[in-house]
Structures are given as structure tokens and as C-alpha cells.
């Protein structure tokens, strides 16, 4: 077959193994037994003084000595009738030429068009960045026609026995554009027939490299199909390891292989180079090639996750203008709409009468418009958007971006949610940028319009710290917000509630210490402040009177009430959950209470949650007493293991128990509570299996560290422990956990392991571990009652 110029069509169409379309038959050689011994001989002799050195790290395609079925499974040239898989290894091809010359040929299919692939590959100055084998590149000057001369080294790694050789190789290049394609007098092969991939690689073998004659593209297009072309050759009497060095990078567009709507091209290079006669050529011909297609991957990889972020950014475009679109156009329902305005009439008539807000003008119209953007603003749901405006409606009264401005500056000083905190509680703190003018504003307009111009001032403060801002811009939000309903002239029930609510949080604000923050906190939260006051009083006489009887009982309080007193007002407020246990407390004042007082108040403020193991508490406080402050730190994440509750397999409702598996966790106190800052993400996955793994806690705390960063193991404990629970008890064995890879590995067969071929041992393990702590809460029980009796 006729080949003229880059035109190569074998007549056994053999497309890539990498490609979408269905292989070839095979054709088979009557000789090609002693074909491939006689290719082993002269494989074994090419390797024999570089044996050491050569490793690939990938198969290169296309080698004749590779095998002799790499004819068949690289193509002599891509046609656009053939599509490579998207994402799959680049196609490469590599063919001997006189002398120590290499011709190396590769193609990859990329999705974008040819211009944006273009764009990347004549941006010189980038290229480095783009390709990962370029060690160097360097514009030394550019032409008129877009070309370029470029100073560049190039590198190929591989690795032998765990060590990095690197085989460098510098030379200076004229870049040369062709946008309508290379001319096919400039092209080598012009005479070439052939008929299979040996015959090409037969006459390539011959066909001698010429100056300003390029290697043929390695991909070629049916006719009025538009190619470009760059060319690159190495410069005379310039610096260079190469005697010849002559490249071409194309770029087609494929039209049968895109989907609908999008863009697909192929880019291939085609090079022929020769190194110098001192420069050995046959221990890293294997390694440039597969460095060539890994530099074709880079570029895939960089020109389609441009592409997929630009898409990524206009879509996020398109849906912020779609969403500001839909918020324009956007308005209450009508019902809501009432409310609003009923809102507006009741807090500030005046706007309505005067269809203005101190200055602003303001219709009902600008209430469908506002409220939209509030709630976008804002962040919450249109329920907790109407919570804030029926507590003030201000922020529907003034401008949408005002309202995204202080929001945004609160935020900047503390955090978002803090800053929804204090707009919660006095929303008119969102009518900063409102001046007063003459008019009919009232008292609480005026106070509103005075306390957000100070709340600006606070923020501008730089003299102030963040968190003195907020706590300052805290307690009189909380004092505004409680002399509201006094200042509109409604004070009625409801209105000093909120009032004398408000006062009590702003004081709890202040407070000089915790202990009386805890009081006015719990004042605050009462429905009924004096009946609060009253019932903590009742407790406290019924506690003196129990410390008359018991003169033993007062004298140790006595000998510890000077560091008692400062704690006095949080120890008030739980008065009547304590009560019952005051002769058990009083007991251990003596040996614990120094290293339980720093963190008193902060027991009482969690005293509710305490109280119901109260009892064990202080039976075991030898253990507990000096892990109390890193207790008090991870409470709510140690609270859901005071009780185990012991679901059926199969989720069936109203077949769980629930037992307390306190006391057996006690032993292991001493181990865990000092991990828990590292260990506290595992304990919500844990917990459910803890029935599963309680067993073999013994022998699973010395490997505890080792998955600090596995928290999927806990997940799958129970699965773990069925199937490799075994292996603790066997001498030695456990030890391979000391391995790097192995906590690794574990996890990740845990998420392999099918829980169905085990689930009846779990149902007995539940099961048993169920009554054995079952048996112990009775015995706490009866603890309980102990208590209770000596209580006169």
C-alpha cells in the first residue's frame, strides 16, 4: 500500500487495546516461533550490560522486541474513525532508525476543543508547570509567526531497589506553528509502501533522519477535517545532548466522538532524536516513551479539570444569578404577607401612616421585597426568620444590604452563629446605618436607632478586643431587649417576664464569677423566679436540719466552708437535686474536695444530668476525682455510655434493655480519659458495639493508639471482633499490629467483612453480656436504697 506523506493505513486494521471499538481477528505468522526466538536472542543481548538498571514502571506499546503480539496491539497511526477510551492510557509506539536513533510516537484523546488545547501548548512560558518530565524550560526569544526558541531539559525517572535514577537531556529548540497543518513535502516516508506494522517498522528502520524533515503525525484525518501542527527542531552550533531532534505535536478535532454538546480532540507527538554516539540509548528508550505518555496524561488532566472548574464557576454564576432572580421575584404567600404587615402596624404605626421609616421610604410593596432577602440574608428558615421579626420588625424596615453588612461585621468578630445569637436577641442591633431625622418616631424607634449607631461604634473600636465587642454588645442587647415592652408602654404579664428575663441574662452576662452567673442564669431560664427561690430554700432547711442531727456531718462542712462560700450561689441552685446525697457528699469532703473544687461550678451546672449517677459517683470518686476537669470537658460525649442499650439485631421495636455498664468501665478509667482528646471522634461510632467489644478490652487497650486515625474500625468493631477476636488470645500473634501498614489494612478489611455470617454469635454475645450487666445494676440498686436509708 501507498503511503503518501503522514497517510499510514495498514491493510489489517488493528486498533489500539485502549480503544472503544471491538479488536481486530488476530492474524497469525506461519513463522513466528522462530521470529520470537530470534527477537529473544537479541533482547537477552540488548539487556545483558544494562541488565541492573532498566525497570519500567509501565508497558510501553509498540516495541517490536516487547512481544511479538505488539504489532497487533498498537496501531501504526490513529485515524479519527477510532476513539480511545476517555481517561485510559495514552497510546505509544516506539521504532528504531539508523544509528542509536529512537522514533517514539503517542496519542491521547482529550475532552475539549482543539483551541483551548492550543491556548495551553503555545503558552511557553508555562509548560514547566504543565509537564511533569520538563525539569526546565526556558523562552529565550519569540518569532513573529508565534513560535518560539526555547532552552528546555527533560527528564526520566525510574526506580531500582527502592532508589531514583534519573536520565536527563537538555537541547535548544525553534518552536514553529502551522495552523493549517504541516506540509507534506516536510513530512518523512513520502514513497513508503507498506502493508503490515513490520513492513513501516522495516523501512523506518532505514528511512534516515533529515533536517527540516519531520517524523510523520501519528494521527491523520479524513479529508476538510482542520489539523495544526507545532514543530520543533533542536538548534545548530547551540548547546544540545541531541545530534537530531525533531518533534510534531498535532491536534485534530473528532466530531464521531464527542457527546452531544461537547468538544473532543486528539493530541499526539511524533519525535526522532538521536544522542550523541557517547549517550547510551537502549537502557532508557523504554523509560522516555512511557515519560512521554505520562506527560500526556498531565496535559489531559490539566486542560480538562480547567475546563470542568470553569464549568463548575459558570454554573455557580448561573445559580447565584438564578437565585437572586428568584428572590426579586419572590414574595410571601398571603397569609404570611398579613402577619407581616400586622407586624409592622403594631410595632411601628408610624411607618405605615407616614410611608416611611425616619426618612426611608417605605410601602407594602418593599415588605415582599425585603423579606425574601432576610431570609436569605440570614441564613435560617422563613419560621426562624418570623421568630426574629416578631420579637422586632426593624430589619424588615431598612435596606437588605444594611442588614447583610452588620451581619457579615458581627460575624467578622466572633462567628456566624454568635452573631445570629445576638440578632435573635434584639433584632433592631440590624439598623446600624439608619440616621434620625425630624419626624414621628417614637421612644423605642429612637432608643433602637441610638443603641445600633453604639453597637457600630463598638465594632469600630480598635482600641477593644473581639471579645469584649461582643460581650459588651451582649448585655445591652439583653437590657434593651428586656426594657422594650416598658418603652412601648406594654408591659403587661408577658412583657415583664420578658423583661425581668432579659435583666437576669444581662446580669448572668457580667457576672464577676461562674458561680453567680450560674444563679442568675437559672433565675433567667425559671418560668416562676420566687417559686424557684422558694423550693431551693425549702431544700436548703431540710439540709440544715440534717446537719443539726448529725453534728459529724456539720463539722466537715464546717472546716471547709471559708473555700465553700465563694461557690455557694451554683451550689444554691441545685439545693433540691442534691439533697438526697448531702450525707454522701459530706463524707468525702475531706480526702477529694481539693481536687473536686476547682471544677465545683461547673458540677452543679451540670448537676441534672450527674444526679442520676450521683450514687456510683461518689462510691467510686478514689477513680474518678483526678479525671474530674477532662471528665467535665468530653461530658456530653461520655454521657450516651452510662447507658447500653441492647436493640434486637434485626431493629425490631420493643425488644431492648437498657443496663448501666458503669461499673465495668470503671477499670479502664485511668487508660482512656487521658486519650480522650485524641480518641473523642471515635466514641459515637464505638458506642454501639461496645457489648461486642467489652470483652476484650483487656487485651485490645495496649493497640488503642495504633488507630488513633481509623475511626472506621470503630465503626465496624463488632464485625472485628467477631471474625479476628481470636487472634488476641494468641501469643505473639496480636503484635503485627505494631506494623505500619496493618491498622490500615484492618480498617479497611472491616468495611469488606459481611456482618450476616455472624450475626448469631453477636445476638449471643448481646445476650450474655446483657445479664451479666443486668446483674450488676441490680446491685446498684440495692446501693441506692443504702443511701436512702441513712438518710434520717
Given at each position: 500500500?501507498a503511503?503518501s506523506?503522514?497517510v499510514v493505513?495498514?491493510k489489517?486494521?488493528t486498533?489500539?487495546a485502549?480503544?472503544a471499538?471491538?479488536?481486530?481477528p488476530?492474524?497469525?505468522n506461519?513463522?513466528a516461533?522462530?521470529r520470537?526466538a530470534s527477537?529473544l536472542a537479541r533482547?537477552?543481548?540488548?539487556?545483558?550490560p544494562?541488565?541492573?538498571?532498566?525497570?519500567r514502571?509501565r508497558k510501553?506499546l509498540?516495541?517490536?522486541?516487547?512481544?511479538?503480539e505488539?504489532?497487533e496491539?498498537?496501531?501504526v497511526?490513529?485515524?479519527?474513525?477510532v476513539c480511545l477510551?476517555?481517561g485510559?492510557e495514552p497510546v505509544v509506539?516506539?521504532e528504531?532508525?539508523?544509528?542509536n536513533?529512537?522514533?517514539?510516537?503517542?496519542?491521547v484523546?482529550i475532552?475539549?476543543?482543539?483551541?483551548?488545547?492550543?491556548?495551553?501548548m503555545?503558552n511557553?512560558?508555562?509548560l514547566?508547570?504543565?509537564?511533569p518530565n520538563l525539569a526546565?524550560?526556558?523562552v529565550?526569544k519569540?518569532?513573529?509567526?508565534g513560535g518560539a526558541?526555547?532552552?528546555?531539559?527533560g527528564?526520566a525517572k525510574?526506580?531500582?531497589l527502592g532508589?531514583?535514577?534519573?536520565?536527563?537531556?537538555c537541547?535548544?529548540l525553534?518552536v514553529?506553528l502551522?495552523?493549517?497543518?504541516?506540509p507534506?513535502?516536510?513530512?518523512?516516508g513520502?514513497q513508503?509502501?507498506?502493508?503490515?506494522?513490520e513492513?513501516?517498522?522495516?523501512y523506518?528502520?532505514t528511512?534516515?533522519?533529515v533536517?527540516?524533515?519531520?517524523?510523520?503525525?501519528?494521527s491523520?484525518?479524513?479529508?476538510?477535517?482542520?489539523?495544526r501542527d507545532?514543530?520543533?527542531?533542536n538548534v545548530?552550533?547551540?548547546?544540545s545532548?541531541?545530534v537530531?531532534?525533531?518533534g510534531?505535536?498535532?491536534?485534530?478535532?473528532?466530531r464521531?466522538?464527542?457527546m452531544?454538546?461537547q468538544?473532543m480532540?486528539?493530541l499526539?507527538f511524533?519525535?526522532?532524536?538521536?544522542?550523541?554516539?557517547?549517550?547510551p540509548?537502549?537502557p532508557?528508550?523504554g523509560?522516555i516513551?512511557?515519560?512521554m505518555?505520562?506527560n500526556m496524561?498531565?496535559i489531559?488532566?490539566?486542560?480538562?479539570c480547567?475546563?470542568a472548574?470553569?464549568a463548575e464557576?459558570?454554573?455557580?454564576?448561573?445559580k447565584?444569578?438564578?437565585?437572586a432572580?428568584?428572590v426579586?421575584?419572590?414574595?410571601?404567600d398571603e397569609?404570611?404577607?398579613?402577619r407581616?404587615w400586622?407586624l409592622?402596624?403594631?410595632?411601628?404605626?408610624e411607618a405605615?401612616?407616614?410611608?416611611a421609616?425616619?426618612?426611608?421610604?417605605?410601602?407594602r410593596?418593599?415588605?415582599q421585597r425585603?423579606w425574601?432577602r432576610l431570609?436569605?440574608?440570614?441564613?435560617?428558615?422563613?419560621?426562624?426568620a418570623?421568630e426574629i421579626?416578631?420579637?422586632d420588625v426593624t430589619?424588615?424596615?431598612v435596606?437588605?444590604d444594611?442588614?447583610?453588612e452588620?451581619?457579615s461585621?458581627?460575624?467578622?468578630?466572633?462567628s456566624r452563629?454568635k452573631?445570629?445569637?445576638l440578632?435573635?436577641?434584639?433584632?433592631?442591633?440590624?439598623?446600624?446605618d439608619v440616621?434620625?431625622?425630624?419626624?414621628h418616631?417614637g421612644?423605642s424607634?429612637?432608643?433602637?436607632?441610638?443603641y445600633a449607631s453604639?453597637?457600630?461604634?463598638?465594632?469600630?473600636?480598635v482600641?477593644?478586643?473581639?471579645?469584649?465587642?461582643?460581650?459588651e454588645?451582649?448585655?445591652?442587647?439583653?437590657?434593651?431587649?428586656g426594657?422594650k415592652p416598658?418603652v412601648?408602654g406594654k408591659l403587661?404579664?408577658?412583657g415583664?417576664?420578658?423583661?425581668?428575663?432579659?435583666l437576669?441574662?444581662?446580669?448572668?452576662?457580667?457576672?464577676p464569677?461562674?458561680?453567680?452567673?450560674?444563679l442568675l442564669?437559672?433565675?433567667a431560664?425559671?418560668?416562676?423566679p420566687?417559686?424557684?427561690?422558694?423550693w431551693?430554700?425549702k431544700?436548703?432547711l431540710?439540709?440544715?436540719?440534717l446537719l443539726?442531727?448529725?453534728p459529724?456531718?456539720?463539722?466537715s462542712i464546717a472546716n471547709?466552708?471559708p473555700?465553700i462560700?465563694?461557690?455557694?450561689?451554683?451550689?444554691?441552685?441545685?439545693?433540691s437535686?442534691?439533697?438526697?446525697?448531702?450525707?454522701?457528699?459530706?463524707r468525702?469532703l475531706?480526702?477529694?474536695?481539693e481536687v473536686?473544687r476547682?471544677?465545683?461550678?461547673?458540677?452543679m451546672?451540670?448537676?441534672?444530668e450527674?444526679?442520676?449517677h450521683?450514687?456510683?459517683?461518689l462510691?467510686n470518686?478514689?477513680?474518678?476525682?483526678?479525671h474530674?476537669g477532662t471528665?467535665l470537658d468530653?461530658?456530653?460525649d461520655?454521657?450516651?455510655?452510662?447507658?447500653?442499650n441492647f436493640d434486637d439485631?434485626d431493629?425490631e421495636?420493643?425488644?431492648s434493655e437498657?443496663?448501666?455498664?458503669?461499673?465495668?468501665?470503671?477499670n479502664?478509667?485511668?487508660?482512656i480519659v487521658?486519650?480522650?482528646p485524641r480518641?473523642?471522634?471515635?466514641?459515637?461510632y464505638i458506642?454501639?458495639?461496645?457489648?461486642?467489644v467489652?470483652p476484650?478490652l483487656?487485651?485490645?487497650?495496649p493497640?488503642?493508639?495504633?488507630f488513633?486515625?481509623h475511626?472506621?474500625?470503630s465503626?465496624?468493631?463488632?464485625v472485628l471482633?467477631?471474625?479476628?477476636?481470636?487472634v488476641?488470645?494468641?501469643?505473639?500473634l496480636?503484635r503485627?499490629?505494631?506494623?505500619?501498614v496493618m491498622?490500615?489494612?484492618i480498617?479497611?478489611?472491616?468495611c469488606?467483612l459481611?456482618?450476616?455470617?455472624?450475626r448469631p454469635?453477636?445476638r449471643r454475645?448481646?445476650?450474655?453480656l446483657?445479664?451479666?450487666?443486668?446483674t450488676?445494676q441490680?446491685?446498684?440498686?440495692k446501693?441506692?436504697?443504702?443511701?436512702?436509708k441513712?438518710k434520717?
Amino acid at each position: 500500500m501507498a503511503l503518501s506523506g503522514a497517510v499510514v493505513r495498514p491493510k489489517t486494521a488493528t486498533p489500539s487495546a485502549r480503544v472503544a471499538t471491538p479488536r481486530s481477528p488476530t492474524l497469525k505468522n506461519a513463522h513466528a516461533v522462530p521470529r520470537r526466538a530470534s527477537r529473544l536472542a537479541r533482547q537477552l543481548l540488548a539487556l545483558l550490560p544494562v541488565a541492573s538498571m532498566r525497570k519500567r514502571k509501565r508497558k510501553v506499546l509498540g516495541r517490536e522486541d516487547e512481544s511479538a503480539e505488539a504489532d497487533e496491539d498498537t496501531p501504526v497511526v490513529l485515524t479519527d474513525s477510532v476513539c480511545l477510551i476517555p481517561g485510559g492510557e495514552p497510546v505509544v509506539r516506539l521504532e528504531d532508525a539508523p544509528g542509536n536513533a529512537r522514533r517514539i510516537f503517542t496519542g491521547v484523546d482529550i475532552g475539549a476543543s482543539v483551541e483551548e488545547v492550543w491556548e495551553v501548548m503555545t503558552n511557553y512560558e508555562e509548560l514547566e508547570s504543565r509537564i511533569p518530565n520538563l525539569a526546565q524550560n526556558q523562552v529565550m526569544k519569540r518569532s513573529e509567526d508565534g513560535g518560539a526558541r526555547l532552552w528546555q531539559v527533560g527528564q526520566a525517572k525510574w526506580t531500582v531497589l527502592g532508589k531514583d535514577f534519573f536520565f536527563k537531556a537538555c537541547t535548544t529548540l525553534d518552536v514553529h506553528l502551522w495552523p493549517n497543518g504541516l506540509p507534506s513535502e516536510m513530512t518523512a516516508g513520502q514513497q513508503m509502501c507498506a502493508s503490515s506494522s513490520e513492513e513501516v517498522r522495516d523501512y523506518d528502520r532505514t528511512l534516515p533522519l533529515v533536517r527540516d524533515i519531520f517524523p510523520r503525525p501519528f494521527s491523520i484525518s479524513d479529508e476538510g477535517v482542520p489539523v495544526r501542527d507545532i514543530t520543533m527542531q533542536n538548534v545548530l552550533n547551540e548547546r544540545s545532548d541531541f545530534v537530531h531532534y525533531r518533534g510534531v505535536w498535532r491536534f485534530q478535532p473528532l466530531r464521531g466522538c464527542a457527546m452531544d454538546g461537547q468538544d473532543m480532540m486528539r493530541l499526539t507527538f511524533s519525535v526522532e532524536c538521536q544522542p550523541h554516539w557517547f549517550l547510551p540509548v537502549a537502557p532508557v528508550e523504554g523509560r522516555i516513551a512511557a515519560a512521554m505518555a505520562e506527560n500526556m496524561v498531565a496535559i489531559r488532566s490539566f486542560i480538562e479539570c480547567r475546563k470542568a472548574q470553569e464549568a463548575e464557576a459558570e454554573a455557580k454564576a448561573a445559580k447565584a444569578k438564578a437565585d437572586a432572580e428568584a428572590v426579586e421575584q419572590a414574595s410571601p404567600d398571603e397569609e404570611l404577607q398579613e402577619r407581616l404587615w400586622q407586624l409592622v402596624q403594631e410595632q411601628h404605626p408610624e411607618a405605615i401612616r407616614d410611608e416611611a421609616f425616619l426618612a426611608m421610604p417605605f410601602k407594602r410593596v418593599d415588605l415582599q421585597r425585603r423579606w425574601p432577602r432576610l431570609v436569605q440574608t440570614l441564613g435560617v428558615s422563613e419560621h426562624q426568620a418570623l421568630e426574629i421579626v416578631e420579637t422586632d420588625v426593624t430589619p424588615l424596615l431598612v435596606e437588605s444590604d444594611d442588614v447583610a453588612e452588620i451581619l457579615s461585621r458581627l460575624a467578622a468578630i466572633s462567628s456566624r452563629e454568635k452573631a445570629l445569637e445576638l440578632i435573635g436577641i434584639y433584632p433592631s442591633i440590624l439598623a446600624h446605618d439608619v440616621k434620625l431625622t425630624k419626624g414621628h418616631a417614637g421612644v423605642s424607634t429612637i432608643a433602637d436607632v441610638i443603641y445600633a449607631s453604639r453597637v457600630r461604634n463598638v465594632i469600630d473600636d480598635v482600641q477593644k478586643a473581639d471579645k469584649g465587642k461582643i460581650e459588651e454588645i451582649e448585655v445591652y442587647s439583653h437590657i434593651l431587649a428586656g426594657l422594650k415592652p416598658l418603652v412601648r408602654g406594654k408591659l403587661d404579664a408577658e412583657g415583664l417576664q420578658t423583661l425581668r428575663s432579659k435583666l437576669l441574662e444581662a446580669s448572668a452576662t457580667i457576672a464577676p464569677n461562674n458561680a453567680l452567673r450560674i444563679l442568675l442564669k437559672r433565675l433567667a431560664e425559671a418560668p416562676d423566679p420566687l417559686a424557684f427561690l422558694l423550693w431551693q430554700t425549702k431544700a436548703g432547711l431540710s439540709v440544715a436540719w440534717l446537719l443539726l442531727q448529725q453534728p459529724s456531718l456539720a463539722l466537715s462542712i464546717a472546716n471547709h466552708s471559708p473555700r465553700i462560700f465563694p461557690h455557694l450561689p451554683s451550689i444554691y441552685t441545685r439545693l433540691s437535686v442534691i439533697e438526697p446525697h448531702v450525707p454522701g457528699i459530706v463524707r468525702i469532703l475531706d480526702p477529694y474536695f481539693e481536687v473536686v473544687r476547682p471544677h465545683l461550678d461547673r458540677i452543679m451546672e451540670r448537676m441534672d444530668e450527674i444526679e442520676p449517677h450521683l450514687p456510683f459517683i461518689l462510691l467510686n470518686l478514689d477513680v474518678l476525682a483526678k479525671h474530674c476537669g477532662t471528665l467535665l470537658d468530653y461530658f456530653d460525649d461520655l454521657l450516651p455510655f452510662a447507658i447500653m442499650n441492647f436493640d434486637d439485631e434485626d431493629g425490631e421495636k420493643g425488644r431492648s434493655e437498657s443496663v448501666q455498664h458503669l461499673p465495668v468501665l470503671l477499670n479502664y478509667v485511668d487508660f482512656i480519659v487521658p486519650r480522650l482528646p485524641r480518641l473523642r471522634h471515635h466514641l459515637p461510632y464505638i458506642r454501639p458495639h461496645m457489648v461486642h467489644v467489652m470483652p476484650y478490652l483487656d487485651k485490645l487497650l495496649p493497640y488503642v493508639d495504633l488507630f488513633e486515625d481509623h475511626p472506621q474500625a470503630s465503626a465496624n468493631a463488632d464485625v472485628l471482633t467477631a471474625y479476628l477476636g481470636w487472634v488476641l488470645y494468641v501469643p505473639v500473634l496480636p503484635r503485627v499490629l505494631y506494623l505500619p501498614v496493618m491498622p490500615w489494612a484492618i480498617t479497611r478489611l472491616s468495611c469488606y467483612l459481611p456482618r450476616r455470617w455472624v450475626r448469631p454469635l453477636l445476638r449471643r454475645r448481646r445476650r450474655r453480656l446483657g445479664q451479666r450487666l443486668a446483674t450488676t445494676q441490680a446491685g446498684r440498686s440495692k446501693m441506692r436504697l443504702t443511701v436512702a436509708k441513712e438518710k434520717p
